[in-house]
């Protein structure tokens, strides 16, 4: 997640759509005052290796406290600070209590989205980077593909209601970074660091990797998904943008 005065925009952080690698490229256009949430150890290692700058101003300042959140911290000894995969809901709250007056409604707000069944893809391999891995059919009976949606449409609705201005499509991804880069005034398209080397040997598209049965049954769970995005057509929508 990054909230850049400089650029007055809000990247609200996805899960298995490239978010590590989008943060860390648009961290390298961020100001000293800008909020940038830290990423893996691995991760914040080869940021500076490739002189991106590292996460910063995440900690809410304990000046800033109320009593209850002092209360909590001298019980606690933990710091308030804004979150890697923080959904609009909260960072709306803590912005209008920690930024200036009128950043979440003034900023321009995107995340990006990918296919759900894409992502629960990716999420199996990510889970099982060994080639001794179970089936993906095994898999999908942990049932753990459904956190995605805590991870996913839950992070930039309340209510249901799509509550920023963008949803970019990893599916375009080039495009995508170009219409950022324009739309934020950056100074170039940002290039992305490949962060995750993938053990992904088998890239064939998600429908010719599961079941029909398992295909009926992901698509039921992720209807709301589907229907909010019309993900039948996702890789044709490369200007899908709030209105």
């Given at each position: ?92 709250k803590l912005c209008q209590l920690y930024c200036p007056e009128d950043t979440w409604k003034n900023y321009f707000k995107f995340a990006f989205e990918r296919h759900p069944l894409e992502r629960v893809v990716s999420q ?48 375009n991804l080039e495009a995508e970074m170009a219409f950022l880069a324009d739309r934020l005034g950056l100074p170039e398209v940002p290039v992305l660091p490949k962060f995750k080397t993938s053990t992904r040997s088998d ?41």
């Open positions: 997640m990054i909230i850049s005065h400089k650029y007055k925009f809000i990247f609200i952080k996805t899960s298995k759509t490239a978010g590590s690698s989008i943060e860390a490229a648009l961290s390298n256009y961020c100001g000293k005052h800008d909020i940038i949430m830290p990423l893996t150890i691995g991760e914040e290692r080869k940021k500076s290796n490739l002189g991106i700058p590292p996460a910063q101003n995440y900690m809410i300042p304990r000046h800033k406290y109320d009593i209850a959140e002092w209360r909590k911290f001298i019980k606690t000894k933990k710091r308030k600070k804004f979150g890697g995969h923080m959904s609009a809901r909260i960072i709306k199996y391999y990510f889970h099982n980077r060994k080639e001794s891995r179970p089936s993906i059919s095994e898999y999908l009976a942990e049932k753990r593909y459904q956190n995605l949606h805590k991870l996913g449409c839950n992070l930039y609705t309340i209510n249901d209601q799509i509550v920023i201005d963008r949803i970019c499509f990893y599916e890239r064939r598209s998600c429908k010719d990797l599961l079941t029909s049965a398992e295909i009926t049954m992901l698509e039921k769970f992720f209807a709301r998904e589907l229907e909010l995005l019309d993900y039948e057509n996702c890789c044709l929508k490369s200007d899908y943008e709030i209105q």
